[in-house]
């Protein structure tokens, strides 16, 4: 695109110089212009052929079109003194001097719109007409109106493409975020699925003997909770490749938990589960996050406490969900900070924070280990 462009910028300022060209040659050859017709017809080429290079060199187009006027008076040609002046050496005035304010930088601008006017007056004195209006023009109409307009629209420009950069950089933030949510989502999932299996496998070998049919389904539970980790994971990988795309699949939510904590049961957590408060519908990022809170932190218990007695606790407030699961394991110490790689706390305290709520994480009073966040409805 930006080629595309360039090209199409290029193309303009050929088309442009291409018309000054030929009326300025036009009213040159056939008008009754004072002065040797060789002399301007040439000037009149300095004026014109260079605006092609407007954009990419403002300040050198400024300079030929200053250095030519004096040059042409020196050599008895007469563009720009005496009778009016052709018109189309005035728009290739204006635009040369437009040019140099919107594409140029600061300096340079400055420094080419003096040497502007300083080349127009000296071509006034050099033609022996020398009178007020004929200095106010040059310098007013011809350089420093069209200069000026130039500086604003170089101005907008900025300031548009600054506007665009910032949207650019929060875009990248954003992307950021979304993939810093997706390593989230993919270690909540593959943390739990992968819990839950190694423990019904080590499970169904110690049975496998002596009871058949428990291991039997403890196999089918392995089958379920893999089938359901792989759907969880190709959602979330659809997201990548299809950018939003893969959002139109529901993602999990407090309404899910029933199932997560069947499969929390089928590893062996003996889990109560206990709901304070009228159960509604709750913000999307709210809901997803609550459910991958209990997740991890059901996850935590059975890598480090095994089949314990668990209790998940979901408060429906006016303005906040809270949310707890305790554990009566022995070893307080280490869920989620001994023997883990400590990812899990993390994963889910930055998740309340998004919201700007509040964890902890740690023993609890009575023992084991307790995990309580809360998440306002509202930021």
Do not use: C
């Not at 040659?25 to 052929?49: A, D, F, I, K, R």
């Not at 869920?335 to 709520?357: F, I």
Request: charged share 20%; glycine share 12%.
């Amino acid at each position: 695109m930006d080629r595309v462009r360039a090209a199409d910028r290029r193309l303009v300022d050929g088309l442009v110089a291409l018309a000054l060209v030929t009326t300025l040659q036009l009213q040159l050859v056939l008008g009754e212009h004072p002065g040797s017709l060789p002399v301007n017809v040439v000037g009149g080429l300095l004026l014109t052929v260079p605006l092609v290079w407007r954009r990419s060199s403002p300040l050198a187009v400024a300079l030929v079109f200053a250095a030519s006027a004096v040059t042409q008076q020196i050599l008895g040609g007469d563009l720009f003194a005496g009778p009016p002046p052709p018109f189309a050496s005035l728009v290739a005035g204006a635009a040369t001097f437009y040019s140099l304010g919107a594409h140029a930088e600061d300096r340079p601008a400055a420094v080419g719109a003096v040497i502007g006017v300083a080349g127009l007056w000296t071509s006034i004195f050099l033609s022996g007409e020398v009178d007020t209006q004929s200095f106010v023009f040059s310098a007013g109409l011809v350089v420093t109106a069209p200069w000026l307009a130039g500086r604003v629209t170089r101005a907008r420009n900025l300031r548009a493409a600054a506007l665009e950069r910032e949207q650019e950089q929060r875009a990248r933030l954003a992307v950021s975020d979304e993939r810093r949510r997706i390593a989230r989502d993919f270690h909540d999932v593959v943390a739990h699925s992968v819990g839950v299996m190694v423990t019904l496998a080590d499970g169904a070998g110690r049975i496998l003997e002596r009871d058949p049919g428990r291991a039997r389904d403890a196999l089918d539970s392995i089958g379920t909770t893999g089938r359901a980790a792989l759907s969880e994971l190709e959602r979330s990988l659809g997201v990548l490749r299809h950018g939003e795309g893969g959002a139109l699949t529901p993602q999990p939510g407090i309404d899910d938990l029933g199932a997560l904590i069947e499969q929390a049961r089928e590893a062996g957590l003996r889990v109560a589960v206990v709901v304070e408060g009228d159960p509604r519908s709750l913000p999307q990022g709210v809901d997803l996050a609550g459910y991958r809170i209990v997740q991890e932190a059901l996850t935590n218990t059975i890598k480090h406490a095994g089949a314990v007695d668990t209790r998940v606790t979901i408060r429906y407030g006016e303005r906040e969900l809270g949310l707890e699961v305790s554990d009566d394991g022995p070893d307080s110490s280490g869920n989620g900070s001994g023997a883990g790689s400590g990812h899990g706390l993390a994963g889910m305290r930055e998740r309340v924070t998004l919201y700007e709520g509040e964890f902890r994480a740690g023993p609890g009073r009575e023992g084991g280990f307790l995990v309580h966040a809360r998440i306002p409805l509202t930021k």
